[in-house]
């Protein structure tokens, strides 16, 4: 290991990695198991408020809750001189940005099978992530993919009586946000399936639903507002199925979503099966970093064999938080009982309905990443007419308050192969 900077109790810090508005990340050791870990500090402006402090360590229980190879691993949390830390699984590779534009769609499709495989298995265990993008969706070296940074999420079933997140903080990234997040209304599964249809679109379509460079205000009020511009029309070659699925995916209503992670794999997997055979995942995998040009990472070839970790391996250290999932959910009525949240720093007039919006931007743990415009992915689409869906009601969901806007940052690399008809980003 390169020389220590500091020690924190049985942790020696050797470098900074990340630096955003709520937290600052270091690359770590932990001596005692000799093992690299990256160490989350809140930021030191947060220190001194206690309440900041004890949301900052009780989602990390709630972070440590969670055990899949889709998920990046929490392994302890700490607090050293006031000031909460956060030890997890230190991820290699980096995350997704870098690659967005330059996959095949067996690739892309690879991608949003692990993804939607670790949102079913938090969803299971009533945890919502609300602040999904490229930069939360870690590749190892090995080409496991893992979201990150669930450390911000909520159960759902704690969140009548929790009152430890900042009251009125908008949390998320306003280009990934779901209509109902940012108008401070009931999150939970859906939300995260929004913003999950957010990054399918960018990989797909090969730009976001709405430009990113207008101001968060602006990005916000057209998620609110304005339909997302059709599939089809930005990019001509995409499948009209593909694009009938993102449609759903980026319904304003929840309910028109599809109910739940597994669901939308279903769906998802059906049309990738239709059009490139049974046999899609043998291209599946991210095999380089991106070159200049981005060419190297559209021709799949053959790497080593990936090794999955088993359950013992990515068990956390700590002991999780209890979170009771209730055995029926709440009537879906709950779902669209307004909550007022007094909302901080900014304030925007929403449109018809007066609503009164401000966020707090934060910046991210990847800084300097300046987002590319992503070329376009290119299927071609059979001969067969697209399928009609099944339209039925969507089972009644649990109601989380509070969200949270956080600007996007960059990273690495990739590597990726997934498993079969089932929904399960861990095997082979």
């Not at 990113?212 to 205000?217: C, E, G, H, L, S």
Request: glycine share 8%; charged share 25%; aromatic share 4%.
């Amino acid at each position: 290991m390169p020389e220590v900077l500091r020690k924190l109790g049985r942790y020696e810090i050797v470098r900074e990695v990340g630096r955003g508005g709520m937290a600052v990340v270091y690359l770590a050791r932990q001596t005692d198991l000799d093992r690299v870990v990256a160490l989350k500090e809140l930021a030191a402006f947060h220190a001194a408020d206690p309440a900041f402090a004890e949301r900052f360590v009780r989602e990390s229980r709630i972070a440590g809750s969670l055990s899949h190879p889709n998920i990046v691993t929490v392994h302890d949390f700490l607090e050293h001189e006031g000031t909460p830390y956060i030890a997890m699984e230190y991820v290699e590779g980096g995350s997704l940005r870098p690659l967005v534009g330059q996959l095949t769609l067996a690739q892309i499709a690879g991608v949003l099978e692990c993804v939607l495989a670790g949102l079913a298995h938090a969803e299971d265990r009533g945890i919502v992530h609300r602040d999904l993008k490229p930069e939360n969706v870690m590749v190892t070296a090995d080409g496991a993919v893992k979201i990150a940074d669930f450390g911000i999420a909520k159960a759902l079933n704690q969140a009548a009586t929790a009152h430890l997140s900042a009251t009125g903080t908008a949390m998320g990234t306003p280009a990934y946000m779901a209509p109902e997040q940012a108008l401070a209304k009931g999150v939970g599964p859906w939300t995260d399936l929004y913003s999950t249809g957010v990054i399918a679109y960018e990989l797909l379509v090969g730009r976001l639903p709405f430009d990113d460079r207008d101001t968060p205000m602006a990005v916000l009020l057209r998620h609110i507002q304005d339909p997302i511009p059709p599939p089809r029309s930005v990019n001509p070659d995409l499948d009209e199925r593909l694009a009938a699925w993102l449609e759903r995916m980026l319904e304003k209503d929840p309910e028109r979503r599809p109910s739940g992670a597994a669901e939308a794999w279903e769906e998802l997997e059906e049309i990738v099966l239709g059009i490139l055979g049974p046999r899609w995942r043998r291209q599946a995998r991210l095999v380089e970093r991106p070159s200049g040009n981005g060419a190297a990472a559209r021709t799949p070839t053959t790497p080593a064999p990936v090794q999955r970790p088993s359950p013992e391996d990515i068990a956390t250290k700590l002991e999780p938080t209890p979170v009771t999932t209730p055995a029926v959910k709440p009537p879906r009525a709950l779902r669209r009982a307004r909550r007022r949240v007094v909302l901080g720093v900014l304030g925007v007039l929403g449109a018809t309905a007066g609503i009164v919006l401000a966020v707090v931007l934060v910046g991210s743990e990847e800084p300097g990443a300046s987002p590319t415009q992503p070329t376009r992915p290119t299927t071609t689409a059979p001969a067969t007419t697209t399928a009609e869906r099944e339209t039925t009601p969507a089972a009644a969901r649990p109601v989380v308050e509070d969200v949270a806007i956080r600007k996007q940052g960059e990273t690495v690399k990739a590597t990726i192969r997934t498993s079969g008809p089932k929904l399960d980003g861990s095997r082979l």
